[in-house]
């Protein structure tokens, strides 16, 4: 008799003779299910997935940009998308209003309801014109964009690589 790793399921092993019933079966199945809901693992009905949200995609979405700041250019602008569960965040802020060795607040706002959960902020290095001229980036529940700059100022300051879950 083999035993499950995992979640402790008995199953019978290669040269054992078949030993449960449709009942059995049925049990079994029921307390995987059950393991799988509870660590939060989403059903496997494709109309389930579409009510919870999986697949909702809100399209890209510009994030109003807040003076004196800039967008990096008009093709280059801040947007977020939310695909399901997923917030991507593309586009970035130009030097504009920046300066070395700073802490910048409200350069943008992250639109409701693709916001990092409440008490929590989406913390991480943005890319820039310059290897050399670091910048960590906030996005804080509030939806501000929050940019520390370094001894060095880029030119434009990417998010192209920025995204969080939501609730």
């Known amino acids: 008799m083999y035993q499950t790793p995992i979640y402790g399921l008995q199953a019978p092993s290669d040269g054992d003779p ?8 049925r049990a079994t199945v029921d307390k995987i299910e059950t393991a799988l809901a509870t660590r939060g693992v989403p059903p496997a009905d494709l109309a389930a997935l579409i009510a919870a949200g999986w697949f909702s995609d809100t399209g890209w979405m510009d994030v109003p940009v807040l003076a004196p700041f800039a967008p990096i250019s008009t093709l280059e602008r801040p947007t977020v998308r939310r695909v399901g569960k997923r917030v991507q965040m593309s586009g970035g ?13 409200g350069l943008g706002t992250i639109p409701e309801g693709l916001r990092p959960s409440p008490g ?10 310059s290897g050399a001229a670091v910048a960590q980036a906030h996005i804080r529940d509030s939806g501000d964009i929050w940019l ?4 060095l100022l880029s030119s434009y300051y990417s998010f192209g690589s920025f995204s969080w879950l939501i609730p």
């Open 93 to 105: 802020f130009s030097s504009n209003g920046l300066a070395i060795n700073g802490s910048f607040t």
């Open 148 to 151: 520390r700059t370094n001894a």
């Open 18 to 25: 078949v030993w449960e019933t449709a009942a059995q079966l």
């Open 120 to 129: 929590k902020s989406v913390v991480g290095s943005v890319g820039t014109a």
